[in-house]
């Protein structure tokens, strides 16, 4: 029995309740308990997953209320990841006139890097109690990959709302239909702004959360898929940054390259890349790797044997309400059902929680350590 679905582990109390009293089924609540005595206030017991990617706002900086956000996730979401989108669509009267664009995809106009949006998100989360807080890492998103200052931003952020921030992302470097639309330099894997980022993260201990396609979204069959090697060289200069490659490198159209599996189980046996790892956020990403029972078996297969190096997250943006979270998870049904009971509560919670526990103590200390040279 998969006591990890909270419907199966309800029916299986309910039976026990008739068959053996309420005195047995306390006892038999609390073994079930997936958290054992640990389980604190701060976090509900009978939560499915933590969410390791989630926009509280969208591409024109618009969103979630930090607590409505808190009430949806309710009993069912442990802890989240918060951040904004650190880009912004222009509205370009030129361009669309009276209609206000409010994604990407909507007009030409060129989008822009957006810095608020991490103070938004800072005071957002500030107006939280402790308890409230204790469920949310949030993340710097807003800042150019392309400027030898974005380091500097990350820095100034950090110093600005110290006791906030757990790591950095979503931020992207190659993502199909986005970065060329991006105004100014485009941004680049091999662009040495992007390691002064990458430097800052490793020594100050944020988790990174990074989105790079695998490759471009129409390549020509024998193109070399350059964007790989790029992103190898990165991880491997940035030995001591803990890096989620978001998406695995899946796009909308960037389809998984034909040897994705052997690519993800390269970076897993290879010791100088232990500090990379993939989420499988976005339901995009689900209907990949449960698009057949074999994708199913793949991807539950590589899992089972690394089961310390994927996150389960949503990519949802902007949520109204709880069921945006949820159908990405419902999406992944077949694959949990194929997970090691002990591989499932790792993707699901225990992973994030490893990584951003880490990363909460590390900042923590960085930021009290830099307050203390300023005296
Ligand atoms: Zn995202």
Redesign the pocket.
């Known amino acids: 029995m998969n006591l990890n679905s909270r419907t199966t582990r309800r029916k299986f109390a309910a039976r026990c309740l008739a068959a053996t009293g309420i005195a047995s089924l306390l006892v038999l609540l609390l073994a079930l308990t997936p958290f054992g005595g640990r389980v604190a206030a701060q976090e509900p017991a009978d939560d499915d997953f933590h969410d390791s ?1 989630l ?1 509280l706002t969208n591409y024109v900086q618009e969103g979630t209320d930090i607590r409505d956000f808190l009430a949806m996730m309710g009993s069912r979401i442990g802890r989240s990841t918060v951040f904004g989108i650190p880009l912004q669509q222009q509205w370009s009267y030129q361009n669309t006139g009276d209609f206000a664009p409010t994604y990407y995809l909507q007009s030409d106009a060129p989008l822009y890097y957006y810095s608020f949006t991490d103070a938004h998100i800072a005071t957002a989360y500030l107006s939280l109690s402790a308890e409230e807080q204790a469920r949310l890492d949030p993340m710097i998103t807003g800042f150019n990959p392309a400027d030898m200052y974005a380091a500097d931003h990350i820095r100034r952020v950090l110093e600005t709302f110290p006791g906030v921030f757990s790591g950095i992302g ?1 931020f992207t470097i190659h993502k199909e239909f986005v970065s060329s639309k991006v105004a100014g330099e485009v941004a680049s894997l091999t662009n040495p702004a992007l390691d002064r980022i990458l430097d800052l993260a490793g020594e100050v201990g944020l988790v990174v959360i990074l ?1 790079n396609d695998i490759n471009m979204p129409f390549p020509s069959p024998d193109q070399e898929p350059y964007l790989l090697a790029q992103m190898k060289a990165l991880f491997e200069r940035h030995p001591d940054t803990t890096i989620i490659w ?2 695995i490198g899946v796009g909308r159209v960037v389809r998984p390259l034909e040897e994705q599996a052997s690519i993800v189980e390269k970076i897993c046996t290879d010791p100088a890349l232990r500090h990379v790892y993939f989420d499988i ?2 339901d995009e990403v689900a209907k990949y790797a449960t698009a057949t029972p074999e994708a199913t078996q793949r991807t539950a297969d590589m899992i089972n044997r690394f089961p310390d190096r994927f996150l389960f997250g949503t ?1 949802v ?1 902007a949520p109204s309400s709880v069921d945006a979270m949820v159908a990405v998870y419902e999406d992944y049904a077949p694959l949990w059902a194929e997970l090691t009971p002990e591989a499932s509560l790792k993707v699901r919670k225990g992973n994030y929680e490893r990584l951003f526990d880490e990363a909460r103590t590390r900042v923590r200390a960085w930021e009290k350590q830099v307050k203390s040279d300023q005296r």
């Open positions: 990617h926009h979503e989105h978001a998406h956020s976005w990519d943006v």
